[in-house]
C-alpha cells in the first residue's frame, strides 16, 4: 500500500512559481515510478511529468517542457515539481500518483494510488 501527500500549492501571478511537493510512504520510495497530473473542472486528468524514482529518468508534457522541472530526495521520500513562468492555463488541482509497474506512464487509468491534490491557481 502507498500513501501520498501533496502540498505547495497556491495563488499566484502570471510568470511565478510554486513548488509542489509529494511525500511517498507505505512502500519503499524508488520501489514504483511517481508521476504528476492536474485536472481542471470539467476536464479529463492530464499527465505533467513523470519519474522513475530509482534511476531519475524523466518523461514531461510538451505543456510544461521547459518551464516545470521534477527532482526527488529519496532520503526524504519525497518528490518535487518546481513550475517556473507559470501560466493561467496550469490553473489546476495538481495530484501524485504511483502506478504498480516499473516504468512511467502517461495515462492517469495506469496509476494505481493517488494523493488528495493541491490546488494551483494562476491569475493574469
Known amino acids: 500500500q502507498v500513501q501520498l501527500v501533496e502540498s505547495g500549492g497556491g495563488l499566484v501571478q502570471a510568470g511565478g512559481s510554486l513548488r509542489l511537493s509529494c511525500v511517498v510512504s507505505?512502500?519503499?520510495?524508488?520501489?514504483?515510478?511517481l508521476a504528476w497530473f492536474r485536472q481542471a473542472p470539467g476536464k479529463e486528468r492530464e499527465f505533467v511529468v513523470g519519474i522513475r524514482r530509482s534511476d531519475g529518468r524523466t518523461v514531461y508534457a510538451d505543456s510544461v517542457k521547459g518551464r516545470f522541472t521534477i527532482s526527488r530526495d529519496n532520503a526524504k521520500n519525497t518528490v518535487y515539481l518546481q513550475m517556473n513562468s507559470l501560466k493561467p492555463e496550469d490553473t489546476a488541482t495538481y495530484y501524485c500518483a504511483v502506478h504498480g509497474g516499473l516504468d512511467i506512464k502517461t495515462q492517469a487509468a495506469q496509476y494505481r494510488y493517488w494523493g488528495q491534490g493541491t490546488q494551483v491557481t494562476v491569475s493574469s
Open positions: 507505505g512502500r519503499s520510495f524508488s520501489a514504483n515510478p
